[in-house]
């Protein structure tokens, strides 16, 4: 048996960091990672894990103390002692991720809070918001988004959540005002210094002089210095008393591991009350919110899936050798937005093929010119702007319903995403305008996203603001398959390989190369008939393309 101290981390320099929550007591079996305590400073929180599996036999510290980095916070009393718990014992330091601090541009926290607290608060101003120093330069995932344009945000409540592959990290306000602007989505990756978001100070910090554009980066960069002299001063403890203000989990007191939690329960942190010191969210109060939920209401009403009986969990070693594989982040993001369409959408999928005989013998003709231009020409352009012309003259595919479903709102552009099979999981890059390019643009296009998606190189931007989803298998294979509506759009059309086959043309069969064509879509908002004349022009379109002209 070896007793493993665990020690606070390298939390990014800031010292004295409050213990808000203990997680463990003495005599408790934890497992590797387990979280032991919640520490906040006043750039961010952040849990501790263990670094070892076994008993927790001291618990050092109490809640409402201020550690630094190199405290010891419990023994672990354990069987082994891990390779990796020995090295970094070695360095000093227990295995735990590192903590988020502000972008500080040079300059010592100490330098930057100074000037905050010189500063003469004077009227309200638009400051750029950006990832703070989130020790690494490797970009990391953004998992959540808390906030939405509109709301009101206190000092030092969450906005985002980032994730590497070391932990989750919420980026605090740095200071009080509305958002104006989310410059990212969820699901992409960002890294230090990116602009996040726009908010309007209640009060500027005093640095009017480096108000920032909105979108360029070069004033993103001198926004910080605002930023960072905000978050320099201590951000407040706050209760939903405090901040009654706000929407969704944007205005809740929660852990990274709370939020993870609420997330795989589809819960909306906002309705569960905190019993935690100050209010603070633990995920016991999510556990007992799931079961009041569960037991005070008919099962039927019960919404995002919570009262679906759960698929029984097997022991497959039972029959044989197994292995398991931890999901990657985006597989998990992928497989939540898939859930959430599914269990939100009521799907209905119509089918159809389209007659490209003409379109391909035009495509292959364009092979040379193609290859002059240094691109390449799929059936894949064609598709974007058959299905252009399709939207606009079908609107209701290119709208979405009000999260109250109560207004349709249409959309009067054709920005459409395009399903990419990328080693990492599925990505859903947007082609902006898809009306107003050429095919030769769309060609680039198609090829500079598809191969930025691979490489996970995508803007958060080059993600959002999608109408409607091309998803293609055409190149893999399969002759037909029902795609999910990429909620909140209300309609995806999938492609299948097409093949040559013999079509009844009223006097004889000819042999003509047929294209696959699946359309689903949210049947709340699109009915049969809509779908039916949208598929129809649609296949119109492709089957005589001088028909993409009118
Ligand atoms: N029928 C027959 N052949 C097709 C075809 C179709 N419908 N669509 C494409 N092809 C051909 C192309 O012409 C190309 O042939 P050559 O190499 O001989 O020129 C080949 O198949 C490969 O095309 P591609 O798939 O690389 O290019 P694309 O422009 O058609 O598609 C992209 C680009 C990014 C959509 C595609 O690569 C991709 O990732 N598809 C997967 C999407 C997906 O996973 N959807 C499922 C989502 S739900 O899980």
Known sequence: MAKIPVKVPDIGGAEGAEVIELLVAVGDEVELEQSLIVLESDKASMEIPAS???????????????????????????????????????????????????????????????????????????????????????????????????????????????????????????????????????????????????????????????????????????APGAVASAVANKAPVHSSAEHPVGRGEGSVYAGPAVRKLAREFGLDLSKVTGSGPKGRLVKEDLHAYVQNSLSSRPVAAVTGGAGIPPVPDVDFSDFGEIRAESLTKMAKLTAANMRRSWLNVPHVTQFDDADITDLEVFRKGLKAEAERRGTKLTPMP?????????????????????????????KDYIHLGMAVDTPAGLLVPVIRDVDKKSLWDLADEVIELAGKARDRKLRPDEMRGGCFTLSSLGGIGGRGFTPIVNAPEVGIL?????????????????????????????????????????????????????????
């Not at 014992?89 to 809070?113: D, F, L, R």
């Not at 206190?154 to 959540?161: C, F, K, P, Q, T």
């Not at 047929?514 to 049947?523: G, R, T």
């Not at 039916?532 to 296949?539: A, D, M």
């Open 494 to 550: 999938g492609v299948s390989k097409a093949d040559i086959r013999p079509v009844w043309n009223g006097e004889e069969f000819k042999p003509r190369q047929m294209l696959p064509l699946a359309l689903s879509y949210d049947h709340r908002v699109i009915n049969g008939g809509d779908a039916g004349r949208f598929l129809t022009q649609l296949v119109g379109l492709l089957s005589d393309i001088r028909r993409l002209a009118l």
């Open 382 to 410: 064609f598709l974007l702007k058959a299905c252009a012309v399709a939207l606009r003259d079908n609107p209701k595919f290119c709208s979405s319903l009000s999260g109250d479903g109560q207004t349709l709102i249409y």
């Open 52 to 222: 070892a599996a076994g008993t927790v036999v001291e618990l050092l510290v109490n809640e409402g103390e201020e550690l630094s980095e190199g405290d010891v916070i419990v023994v672990i009393e354990s069987e082994g002692l891990p390779e990796a718990v020995a090295s970094t014992e070695e360095a000093g330091s227990s295995v735990a991720p590192e903590i988020a601090e502000p972008e500080t541009h040079g300059k010592s926290t100490t330098e930057q809070h100074s000037k905050s607290v010189e500063s003469t608060p004077a009227s309200a101003t638009d400051q750029t918001v950006v990832v703070p120093d989130i020790g690494s330069d490797d970009p990391v995932e953004l998992i959540e988004i808390s906030v939405a344009v509109g709301d009101q945000i206190a000092e030092g409540d969450s906005l985002v959540v980032l994730e590497s592959d070391k932990a989750s990290m919420e980026v605090p306000a740095p200071f009080a005002g509305e958002v104006i602007e989310v410059l990212v989505t969820e699901g992409g990756t960002i890294s230090q210094g990116e602009a996040l978001m726009v908010m309007r100070t209640a009060a500027s910090s005093g640095l009017d002089e480096a108000k920032p554009e909105r979108s360029s980066p070069a004033t993103a960069v001198s």
